[in-house]
Each structure stands twice: as C-alpha cells, then as structure tokens.
C-alpha cells in the first residue's frame, strides 16, 4: 500500500538553528514528492516538490529537501530557522494508482515550533 | 504560483440546513478538483475528485448524497453539505492541480470552516 509518514508530531528548535522535517515514503514506481505548509485557519502553500533529477529540491522561504531513492525518504531542511516558520508542514506523494487523476498522499503532518 | 480561492472563509449554520461552498481557479483552469477535510491537528483527508462536466467520484466512506460535488466550469467546482449535522463541523479544502500532467502541482485554496449548531 502507498504511504507517507512523518514520524515526528513536532519538531523544535530554536532560531537560528537548522531545522529538519523527516518524510518518508511508500510508493510503487517512480515517486513524485510534495511538501506543503499550513498555517494556523489557512490553506496549504506549496513549498517544493520533486519530480526527477538532482536529488537536492530548492523551494520556497530559504527550504530544501533531499530525496533518497535507498532510504525512500524526502526530508525537508532549512540552514537557519525563524520564528515564522512555525506552522503545520505536510509531505505528500503522488497516488501512483489515480491514474490520470493528481491524487495526493498525505503524510499526518509535522509542527513545527522555532523558538526565539 | 497559481492561485485558488475558496469562498466563504467561514460559515456557521443551523443543524438540517445546507451550505454551499465554492471553490475558484483565478489564473488557470482546472478540469479536475480535489476537496478534502481537515479535522483539528490531523491531516487531509480526501473527500473526492470534482470533474468538469462528469459526475464527481468520491473516496470510500463517503456519502455522495451528503456531500453533493458540482463542476460547473473550468474554474468553479462548489460542494454542498446537505442536512448538515454538527458532526460535519470542520475544516473544508478544496485543491486544483496547475494542468493535467502526472507532475504538476496541486494548489489549495484557503479553506472554510464550517460549524454546525
């Protein structure tokens, strides 16, 4: 069964500080992998997504992600965290099994908490 | 980015009423739309797929009745919770795909919440 998980409820760091959110995935075939963002009463933002080539995706706001085909995983960095980074981020894969259809996976969310 | 708008932000209604939600596509057209439900703290969960000028297919466990989907044009898709109940209490999103390729990205709209008395 396709999946994603993000093992951490929350992360918190503190600012300044390079933050990690972990992502990984369970997808038959080639993986197209999606981070969003959601702050508190909105919609999700895009970030960054990987579709295929270099394994080091950049996004929006300062964010990264690499992908790792042997470990399935897509984790989200930033060198230096803020204070506004604090939100809701999701990590999200394309249902391979939607067929024409963009479905997406989600992963049960990780908060983020970056402390002044 | 693209940019999908959701209208109302917020709606409080009366238990047996229905409320109607939009969802619009500003800058692009969208023949697929996605709406989902977001319960507090949790993820997304996917309600079902909006079609332009096809039927709506809904995801497992969801009452299609319930939860009527119309696709009216390329940038409309609305979904109207029927009879609500306090139990429908949450977080609507509803999303749009930038094109039909397998890769392009999804962008959401900003949400509604909708609480039932």
């Known amino acids: 069964a396709q999946s994603v998980a993000q093992p951490e409820d929350q992360v918190n760091v503190a600012e300044g500080n390079p933050l990690t959110v972990k992502c990984t995935y369970s997808v038959s075939g080639n993986p197209y992998l999606f981070w969003y963002v959601q702050y508190p009463n909105r919609g999700l933002q895009f970030l960054l997504k990987?579709?295929?080539?270099?394994?080091l995706v950049k996004g929006s706001y300062g964010f990264e992600a690499e992908f790792n085909k042997s470990q399935t995983s897509f984790h989200l960095k930033k060198p230096s965290a803020l204070v506004s980074d604090s939100a809701l981020y999701f990590c999200?894969?394309?249902?391979?099994?939607?067929?024409?259809?963009?479905?997406?996976?989600f992963g049960a969310g990780t908060r983020l908490a970056v402390h002044p | 980015g693209a940019v999908v708008s959701q209208h109302p932000s917020r709606v409080i209604c009366k238990s047996g009423t229905s409320v109607k939600i939009e969802c619009r596509s500003l800058d692009f057209q969208a023949t697929t739309m996605f709406w989902y439900r977001q319960f507090p703290k949790k993820s997304l969960m996917l309600m079902a797929t909006?079609?332009?000028?096809?039927?709506?297919?809904?995801e497992q466990g969801v009452e299609k009745d319930k939860f009527l989907i119309n696709h009216a044009s390329l940038t409309l898709s609305t979904l109207t919770v029927t009879s609500a109940h306090p139990e429908d209490s949450s977080f609507y999103i509803c999303s749009a795909p930038s094109g039909q390729g397998r890769t392009d990205t999804q962008y959401f709209g900003p949400g509604t919440r909708l609480t039932v008395l």
């Open positions: 999200a894969v394309r249902d391979s099994s939607s067929g024409g259809y963009n479905k997406l996976i």
């Open positions: 909006s079609n332009e000028g096809s039927k709506a297919t809904y």
């Open positions: 990987y579709i295929t080539g270099d394994n």
